[in-house]
């Protein structure tokens, strides 16, 4: 009998307002002086043209999340992350997929994100699913540029 794989038993749905609380607490964990806020998860969950999904395993446990934006023919992943438990089993890319279709869904041409220079697994990620450097923040990041990327579909 197989159980199939992680991948395989993870669900991804839009964020409740009931995740909220869960998921500042995890942002906070995962990017410390950099992590959004319970209250600017709220203010960004209330804006218009926004999303958040969820990654969940089969026993419910948080394994990443999603925010996207869409204004017109553009789209912003605003942040994406994954659990530790999360990490190195697809989940960040079904979950970029989930966030690109939502937004292409909406007529975004084309979707932007921004990440650290020394996130070697988050530029990996993006690069390997059709993102490309298009510019930098100096300094954005504490000790860090942003490189700034696109996505044309």
Known sequence: MSTGSVHDQVSISELSWW??????????A??????????????VRAQAGTVMFAART????LAGWIVMSTAGGEADVMT??????GR??????RLLQAGTD?????????????????NESALGLYRSFGF??????????????????????
């Open 19 to 28: 995740d909220l609380d869960e998921i500042a607490d995890h942002d906070a």
């Open 30 to 43: 995962i990017f410390g002086p950099t992590a959004w806020t319970l209250t600017y998860y709220w203010a």
């Open 58 to 61: 089969a026993t419910s446990a």
């Open 80 to 85: 994406i992350a994954t659990t530790e438990a």
């Open 88 to 93: 190195g089993q697809g989940i960040g890319r």
């Open 102 to 118: 939502w937004a292409l869904s909406r007529g975004a041409e084309v979707v932007h994100l921004e990440v650290d220079e020394h």
């Open 132 to 153: 490309s450097e298009w510019g930098r923040r100096p300094d954005y990041y504490p000790g860090a540029d942003a490189i700034l990327m696109r996505y044309r579909p």
